[in-house]
């Protein structure tokens, strides 16, 4: 019996490739010997598959290529990543070198201000003071006259002012006063809470020609005080300072007299060596 040509093309793959049972092997050598249509058919697909050549050649210059621009992009990227990283440091040396350089030419080019005319005392005392002067490293000025009366008669003002790094002040105010202006002073001054200030910077006491009536002292900052020297005189004095020593000369802008025995604001004073631990 012939076996119809459609499941013999079916049987096909399978006999070519080996994997017919027996029996289709059998039907299909049977019926392609007969069936030269078939027969063709197991020709072609018996014939071995023509090999493939594969030109590498555009797909390896493509890798190439690939790789090339890769290497071009790091590149690219490394520089710009150079870039930002010379531009981060060249900003931070700028803006710390330039403030330091800003802060070493402020300390070259400060100069010393100087004021010697009593009409100008509330620009610097009391509660019209300019802002440079108001809170004088928070030392209590208050044994100061809030302002200057009628009642007080100035022989001698000075307010000195120098800003290197860090604010400094020197002042002394000379005032004679009535009987009754110079009671009401002393007064005044004597209930003021002083605070111990012997040891500070070297300080001894005072002249004895002096009596202190009032003394606000910090260990860091200076003193603050008022001196009674007879014939209904007071002197008021400020020594504000910073870091433990002035940096102007002190010793030429105020009278000996008027600064406590001892007293030694200088840098290489012996006190701020002992607070530094030097």
């Known amino acids: 019996?012939?076996?119809?040509?459609?499941?013999?093309?079916?049987?096909?793959?399978?006999?070519?490739?080996?994997?017919?049972?027996?029996?289709?092997?059998?039907?299909?050598?049977?019926?392609?010997?007969?069936?030269?249509?078939?027969?063709?058919?197991?020709?072609?697909?018996?014939?071995?598959?023509?090999?493939?050549?594969?030109?590498?050649?555009?797909?390896?210059?493509?890798?190439?290529?690939?790789?090339?621009?890769?290497?071009?992009?790091?590149?690219?990227?490394?520089?710009?990543?150079?870039?930002?990283?010379?531009?981060?440091?060249?900003?931070?040396?700028?803006?710390?070198?330039?403030?330091?350089?800003?802060?070493?030419?402020?300390?070259?080019?400060?100069?010393?201000?100087?004021?010697?005319?009593?009409?100008?005392?509330?620009?610097?005392?009391?509660?019209?003071?300019?802002?440079?002067?108001?809170?004088?490293?928070?030392?209590?000025?208050?044994?100061?006259?809030?302002?200057?009366?009628?009642?007080?008669?100035?022989?001698?003002?000075?307010?000195?002012y120098y800003d290197p790094w860090d604010a400094q002040y020197l002042s002394y105010l000379v005032v004679e006063y009535d009987e009754e202006a110079y009671h009401e002073e002393t007064e005044r001054l004597r209930e003021y809470a002083s605070t111990e200030y012997i040891g500070y910077y070297g300080a001894e006491g005072f002249s004895q020609d002096c009596t202190l009536l009032a003394v606000e002292a910090d260990p860091c900052y200076g003193f603050v005080y008022a001196l009674e020297t007879g014939k209904r005189e007071i002197v008021y004095v400020e020594l504000i300072f910073c870091n433990y020593f002035y940096d102007l000369d002190y010793q030429e802008r105020i009278p000996e007299e008027y600064l406590p025995i001892g007293f030694d604001a200088t840098r290489d004073n012996p006190y701020r060596k002992e607070m530094l631990g030097e």
């Open 1 to 160: 019996m012939r076996i119809d040509c459609d499941i013999i093309k079916d049987l096909l793959p399978l006999y070519v490739e080996g994997l017919a049972s027996e029996k289709s092997k059998k039907a299909v050598e049977e019926h392609i010997e007969e069936c030269e249509d078939c027969n063709k058919i197991y020709r072609e697909m018996k014939k071995p598959e023509p090999q493939v050549r594969y030109d590498r050649e555009p797909a390896e210059s493509f890798r190439k290529y690939v790789k090339r621009e890769k290497r071009k992009l790091g590149i690219k990227a490394a520089l710009v990543t150079a870039v930002i990283i010379f531009a981060v440091g060249a900003v931070r040396v700028f803006v710390i070198g330039g403030a330091f350089g800003a802060l070493l030419w402020d300390s070259a080019t400060a100069e010393i201000f100087e004021d010697t005319d009593a009409g100008h005392y509330s620009r610097y005392m009391g509660k019209e003071a300019e802002k440079e002067y108001v809170k004088k490293w928070d030392m209590d000025e208050s044994i100061f006259p809030e302002k200057i009366t009628e009642k007080m008669r100035v022989t001698d003002y000075k307010m000195v």
